[in-house]
Each structure stands twice: as structure tokens, then as C-alpha cells.
């Protein structure tokens, strides 16, 4: 679908310059002076890269991306591939960890997640905002710590580090916010 400019909104996927972007933010600017223009933040959804994109010609052509999202239950790791299974038809699949690297902190087998592709093009998968996993390695508590204490590292099962409060041992089972990088959330 063909589009300028002006028909840019938030959450839009687009191709532009040989890229894949999701619109993050925009602002139509009309100067007293000039020409109006679009300034734009985007997201590169192959790399991840977030540009701000001025679009002086408000008529220059875009095209719209169809970017498709399938849920999959992740199903196991083989060397450096990880295999996906579709959860509507069962169709298994797998993706270079390369491709999926911010993911895998966060994903144990049986999890289900969002994979996004574009064409035949995975771009990316999506873990739920909170997941639970477990502590596998920290410093003892220290007896009368508190939440407002200082907090230390923990190494959670999946290989992610993370600040915990002092009271947090090995083998507790956490909620942990993913849209962050991964915060400590609370116990499960």
C-alpha cells in the first residue's frame, strides 16, 4: 500500500532506504516560513537501530510493510539454532540465536512468544512483558536485609543478571519485567 508522509502514525510499519521501520513517534511541523515536514522517530526492525527521520517532502512515496506476528512455543535449543513450534498448525521452525539473542534471556522450553516476519523474513520474537524464572546464583541473604536495601547481583536459569534485593536466595522464583531489560518485579 503506497503512503506519504502525512499518512504516518504511530505503530505503522513502513519500508524506507532498503529498511523495515515501525513509526515510534511523529509530529507534523508547519513552519510560518517553508514548506510543512514530518519529523519522525523510527525503529529499524532488523537491527533494532531507532533513527529520527525528517521527511521534507510530504509527498514522497512510502510503502507499507506487512509485517506478520505468529504465537510459537519455544521449543528446545540445537547448537545455535532454536526451535519454534506454531500453535496453530503445529509447524516447527527455527531461527539463528543470532536473530533472537535480546530474547533468549528471558525464554525457557515450553514458553510461548510472538515471532514477527516479514515475508519469509523473521525479524524478531516477543517474550511476555513478565515472565517468572529462577534464581540460580546469588549471594546468601543477609539476615534483617530489606526491599530498600542496596540490593545484588542474581544469575537467573536462563543466564540473565540482574539486581535483586539482599533478601533473595538461590532457588527463588521471580517476576521479572522484560520491557526493561529485565527488572526485578517481585517473588512469585
Known sequence: MALTPNDLKTGLTIEYNNAIWRVIEFQHVKPGKGSAFVRSKLKNLRTGAVNEITFSNTSEKLQ?????????????????????????????????????????????????????????????????????LEVK????????????????????????????????????????NTDDGGAYKSRA
Not at 549471594?139 to 545484588?152: F, H, R, V, W
Request: aromatic letters at 8%.
Open 137 to 176: 546464583e546469588t549471594q546468601p541473604s543477609i539476615k534483617g536485609a530489606t526491599a530498600n536495601g542496596g540490593g545484588k547481583p542474581a544469575t537467573m536459569e536462563t543466564g540473565l543478571v540482574i539486581q535483586v534485593p539482599d533478601f533473595i536466595n538461590a532457588g527463588d522464583k521471580l517476576v521479572i
Open 64 to 132: 507499507q510493510a506487512e509485517i506478520l506476528t505468529q504465537k510459537a512455543t519455544y521449543l528446545y535449543a540445537e547448537g545455535d539454532q532454536h526451535v519454534f513450534m506454531n500453535v496453530e498448525t503445529y509447524d516447527q521452525f527455527s531461527l539463528p540465536e543470532e536473530n533472537i539473542k535480546d530474547a533468549l534471556k528471558f525464554m525457557l522450553e515450553g514458553m510461548e512468544v510472538t515471532v514477527t516476519t516479514y515475508g519469509n523474513e523473521v525479524l524478531g520474537v516477543e517474550v511476555p512483558k513478565v515472565v517468572t
